[in-house]
């Protein structure tokens, strides 16, 4: 995901739909294949959101085509070979982006806190 992408303007990316930042919030840590991505983004929401692998495949697709992943190279020293499925990966234009997502959402919080819609911490 070379140069094309470099151009790019995070800020224009943003607000994410919820999905894709889930998907790129599962992907913070360390590269996962789809199984693991659709188990961390149920995980991480308590199990209010749960991903077919149909919408999920889908969606990494179109984040791979906007360069905000990548898949992760396949190496041996990685995986086993017996292991065959694909590992995705944040792109640096991806970890901007969930970062601008991430302060978005914060400031709604905090929003949401000063209107005391939600308890202060």
């Known amino acids: 995901m070379g140069a094309m992408h470099q151009a790019v303007d995070p800020v224009s990316l943003i607000p994410l739909q919820p999905r894709d930042y889930l998907t790129l919030f599962a992907l913070v840590p360390e590269e996962r294949h789809g199984y693991g991505i659709a188990k961390q983004i149920e995980q ?3 199990g209010q959101v749960k991903i ?3 919408n999920l495949y889908r ?4 984040l791979r085509s906007i360069g905000l992943l990548e898949e992760a190279d396949e190496t041996e020293e990685v995986r086993p070979a017996e292991e065959r499925r694909r590992y995705y990966r944040l792109t640096a234009l991806g ?5 601008l997502e991430a302060a978005r959402l914060a400031a709604l ?3 949401a806190r000063s209107l005391e819609l939600i308890p202060a911490m």
């Open 44 to 46: 991480e929401s308590h």
């Open 59 to 62: 969606s990494l697709k179109r």
């Open 52 to 54: 077919d692998q149909g």
């Open 109 to 111: 919080t905090a929003k």
């Open 95 to 99: 970890q901007k982006v969930a970062r």
